[in-house]
């Protein structure tokens, strides 16, 4: 534990996983943030140990990245863009990167190739989420800069300014982190802490034709999109041209459940969803 201003901190990482992650070449300053400690704690520990210390700034160029990725528009790019929307991290002030933090290991890995870097993965033993770090103070830039994403973004990113032909693999990329479906109920939803992001994704769905609703909650918001035809040809319009490596595989596998072709599906059961929606509006507001 660490001692901060009459407060004590609970490290989040033992002493061998903080010098592992050291010697894999993260700084200090990304390892404490990781562990839930500061810089100067990581710094003291690894004397304590007698860790042999790098250069300063050497960390830095350990592994290769396309570090001017977000500069440039592409399918993969507006994926990866919503992925990091849903989970990612901009680092606060002191420290220049960004982090994804994700389950499932081989998207993460498949995101690692596409912007060219071998940086490895971290994996939270406690939880077992995965967590791929990016130090690069271009692309913490460009990520805030260009595209409007700031440290503690959860309840204050506004919707991005994505060119129309790459609609479709930026709203797949925030669906594969922050999305839900259940194909047999004939239900996908999407979930958000920010009210202005997720009313302009209602607004982004319902201009391709889809028809959606939205429920707002204490601290989260939902769009839904919902019936048996809608959420197939949803699913079409999501998936197309999609990469083959990068989309979460259970949640396309889930989508693949239907038998019928599209001339042969109705949206028979949304007015019904529609009204269990609004009973349960009533009921909370109600409790509320």
Known sequence: MEKNNNRIRKRKLSTEEIINLYNKGDSTTEIGKLANVSARYVNQLLKENNVERRSRGSWKRKYQLNEHYFKTWSNNMAYIL?????????????????????????????????????????????????????????????????????????????????????????????????????????FVSFVGGSELFMISLKKEIEQRGFETNFTKHDTYFRVYVSGRKTIKLFSDWMYKDKDEGLYLKRKFNEFQLETLPDDKLKDRGIKTHKNALRERQIKNNNIR
């Open 82 to 186: 919503g992925f990091f929307i849903a989970d990612g991290t901009v680092a606060a002030h002191g420290s220049q990167s960004i982090s994804i933090s994700q389950k499932e290991k081989y998207i993460l890995e498949n995101i690692k190739k596409e912007i060219g870097t071998k940086q490895p993965l971290y994996q939270n033993k406690k939880t077992g989420v995965y967590i791929l770090n990016l130090n690069s103070k271009i692309m913490k830039e460009d990520i805030m800069n260009i595209h409007g994403i700031m440290p503690n973004k959860s309840a204050t990113v506004e919707f991005p300014k994505v060119p129309e032909k790459y609609m479709s693999h930026f709203i797949r990329g925030y669906f594969d982190g922050d999305g839900f479906v259940k194909y047999k109920k004939y």
